[in-house]
Structures are given as C-alpha cells and as structure tokens.
C-alpha cells in the first residue's frame, strides 16, 4: 500500500527516465549484514548492493561509528579551501594502493565526476581531444563520460567534448570476434585497435579509457592480457591509459585489488567511487603526479573528499584490508560461479556465465541464441519473489548481474544459488 502511493508519487515528480526495477518497486527502508527489509516487511538477500555500492554490507558499526564520531565533532563540511586531515589520509592510502608511482588523488562525489576528471586531465596533458573507449562501455551521465559509452541504451545524448573512436575488445560473447580463442581474441582486438588509430585519429591520441570488466555492459569479461597487449601499442603512440575501476576496485574482482591487476599493466590513472564509501558519495581519481598536477587554472569540487565521506571510505577500506574481503571475494565467487555454471548447463535459456570475484553475469538467451530480455526481466521478478535482490544490465538488457556485498558468506552464496536455480526453473 505505502509503495505503491510512493510509486505514484515518485512518478509524478522524478524523471520518467529514472528506471526502477520491479513491476511492484520497493522501498528498502532497512538494512543489515547482507539483508534488507521493505516497507512491507519482506527481507531480502542483497546481490546487488546498491548497484556495488555497500561494499561491506549495511549497518556495520565500524563504519557507522567513524561516521558517527565525525557527525560530532558539528564539522559536516568545509570545502577544500581548509585542510581535511582525513581526506589526507584517505589519499595517501590510495596513492599507496594505486600501484601508479609518484600518484596524487582528487575526490569527487561520483563515478561520472571521477571519469570527468580524468578525462581532463589526459585531453589537457596531451593536448588532445580524441579518446578511445571499449563498445559496450559506461563510463557515466556527463558529456564527455556520455562520450565515451558505447551503448545506445545509456547514451542520452550525442554531444560530446571529446572525439570519441570504439575499439573492440568489451563484449566478447556477441562481438564481431566472437569464437576465437583467448590468444586469438586478443590479436584481433590490437589489430583493430591499430586499425582504428591509423583510420579514425590524427595519431595524438589523449587515453584510452576502459573497464576492466564491463559493469553496466553484463559484467563482460575480456581474456587477461588484452589490456597489457592494448598498453604495447598505446606506448608507441604516447597514449595515455585510463582505467576505470568504478566497479572492479577494492578486490571485488577476487584476484586482484584493481581490476586491471589481472593484465597486469599500471596505468596513467585510475578512477573509483561506488564502493569505496560503502554507500557515501565519493569517488576521485589517483594518478600520476605529472598528469593530475598538469591543469593549470583552479579547479575544485565542493563536496568532494568531505569529512564525513572520508571518514566512512576510511573506516570502509581498513575494514576490507582487515577482513581481507578480497580473499573472500575471490572464494566465494568461484563457489558461486562453478554453481551457476552447473544450473546455466540444465537451461537453455542460459547462454553466458561469466565473471570474476563478486561481479557474475547470468546473460539470458531465446532458443536460437538471440538475447532474452524477457528471461532477464523474469527472473528479477522471481528472485524477488524469493527474497534475492539481483541486477540486471547488458546492451540488450539481456544478464543479470550478481554482486553482493564482498562480506558474504558461504551459507549466504548457497541460499542464493538455489534461488537463482529455482527462479530460472520457474521461467
Ligand atoms: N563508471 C562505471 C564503470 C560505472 O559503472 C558507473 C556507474 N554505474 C560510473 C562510471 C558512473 O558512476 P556514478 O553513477 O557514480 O556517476
């Protein structure tokens, strides 16, 4: 009753283009560990997290309680204008992370702000407006990170301040090379990666921008070695490498601390945000101290690395370091992968498990292999139903995707798989 008087409400003044999932939407109006509450009283499993957001989980008193303690101290924001003691901390920590010699960090409050910036800083440094990006990629709501998304879906407007050339190498299952083996694929992507810059570019490239793994795009998985194969020939152009680890950040992939770990290249910056505050806004990028440093006039964000979003990111990243979340990522998504692989062989409508860590997508076929979106959308409602949350996303909306927080347990994963095994019967 109360959501549905909400929906109408929420219709009536947000934007039509705000999706929100479900047939009957919920309002989550309570949380903790890995399960939230709605205004029902149903509970619910999270596997999606706020869209990989609550890294850790809800309610964790670690994190609430540095939030708590900076709430009283009455100093909610400053601006940059003052120093911000943890923001310094915040920031040392994550040069020291970053892997990048010599790295500087900016905070902004999103993933899109994030990408913004490093944007400009590699079209400012090179002196450059042309940038390559994946297809299939999201990278964010502004101009230019609309820009640089390949897919139609999310791409609400085609001005841009970058010039913009696609590469391949995003969505393997239905790309122009599909079918090659791992070696192969990545041969055929630097080849047209060579291809495009000799046909598309004048050569002076500013980056490259990627996702490691592709979030929005159906968590796409390129064969390790792509981005190190890419990075060979971006060095003969003096290209710059942007990673954007907005998604596969902080150990989420299992193997790595970044997702770019598994190529095992460092890049010239790397943005970040969604799970670094376990559900405050923050995000920044880390890069190296010659390329941040290299904007001349003043720039600032507001909000950005404010007291009380780096007090929770603080709490947030010792807690991980701490509970060694990777590790736990890594464990539990091969469970969870193997399981899924298993239930994806007895349905067809499952044609695509992939993934690393805590980032699994479930892509959903027709019987000749065409996509399912209609199997997708189903499943969310039976999930639902069953009291998982999962997401959804892929070009052609097509995987769901699967990515609870990195503090999950063994009984928690096995709950989930006979859920998604039920749900997918079901349909
Ligand atoms: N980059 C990636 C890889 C993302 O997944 C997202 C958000 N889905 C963004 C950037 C943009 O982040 P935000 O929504 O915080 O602006």
């Known amino acids: 009753m109360s959501e549905s008087d909400l929906l109408s409400r929420h219709r009536a003044v947000l934007p039509?283009?705000?999706?929100?999932y479900y047939s009957e939407p919920i309002e989550i109006v309570?949380?903790?560990?890995?399960?939230?509450?709605?205004?029902?009283?149903n509970t619910y499993l999270d596997f999606f997290a706020g869209i990989l957001t609550n890294a850790i989980g809800y309610d964790i008193p670690e994190i609430s309680g540095a939030i708590r303690a900076q709430v009283?101290?009455?100093?909610?924001h400053t601006s940059t204008l003052y120093l911000i003691r943890k923001q310094v901390e915040l920031a040392e920590r994550i040069a020291g992370l970053s892997g990048i010699p010599d790295a500087k960090v900016f905070f902004t409050n999103s993933g899109t702000e994030a990408n913004e910036t490093a944007l400009m800083l590699a079209t400012q440094y090179r002196r450059s407006n042309q940038v390559l990006a994946l297809r299939n990629s999201y990278h964010g709501r502004a101009f230019a990170t609309i820009g640089v998304t390949g897919n139609r879906g999310w791409s609400a407007s085609a001005l841009s301040p970058v010039k913009v050339s696609y590469v391949h190498g995003g969505y393997r299952y239905r790309d122009a090379f599909r079918?090659?083996?791992d070696a192969d694929y990545v041969k055929a992507c630097v080849a047209d990666l060579r291809?495009?810059?000799?046909?598309?570019?004048s050569g002076d490239v500013a980056a490259l921008i990627a996702e490691p793994i592709q979030g929005v795009g159906g968590f796409t998985v390129p064969p390790d070695g792509l981005f190190t194969a890419f990075k060979e020939v971006l060095d003969e152009y003096g290209i710059l490498f942007i990673s954007d680890e907005v998604q596969t950040g902080w150990g989420r992939t299992g193997e790595h601390f970044w997702g770019i770990g598994a190529h095992g290249v460092t890049p010239d910056a790397m943005t970040f945000a969604k799970g670094l505050g376990n559900g405050l806004a923050i995000g920044g990028v880390v890069a190296r101290a010659e390329l941040m440093d290299s904007i001349t006039a003043k720039s600032i964000s507001t909000f950005g690395g404010n007291p009380v979003a780096t007090a929770g990111a603080k709490a947030t990243l010792d807690y991980l370091l701490d509970h060694d979340l990777q590790g736990n990522a890594a464990k539990l998504g091969q469970s969870l992968l193997t399981g899924l692989r298993e239930i994806g062989e007895r349905h067809d409508v499952v044609g695509d498990v992939r993934g690393k860590g805590l980032m699994i997508g479930v892509e959903f076929v027709e019987p000749g292999g065409d996509?399912?979106?209609a199997a997708a959308r189903a499943v969310l409602e039976q999930t639902r139903a069953r009291g998982l949350l999962v997401g959804k996303g892929g070009l052609h909306d097509n995987v769901i995707r699967l990515a609870p927080p990195m503090t999950l347990t063994e009984t928690e994963a096995a709950e989930a798989l006979g859920i998604l095994d039920s749900s997918i019967g079901a349909i």
């Open 30 to 41: 309570r949380a903790q560990g890995r399960r939230v509450v709605d205004a029902d009283g």
């Open 16 to 20: 039509s283009w705000l999706a929100l």
């Open 72 to 76: 009283d101290t009455g100093v909610l």
């Open 195 to 201: 291809d495009v810059l000799e046909t598309t570019t």
């Open 179 to 181: 079918g090659l083996s």
């Open 371 to 373: 996509p399912s979106p």
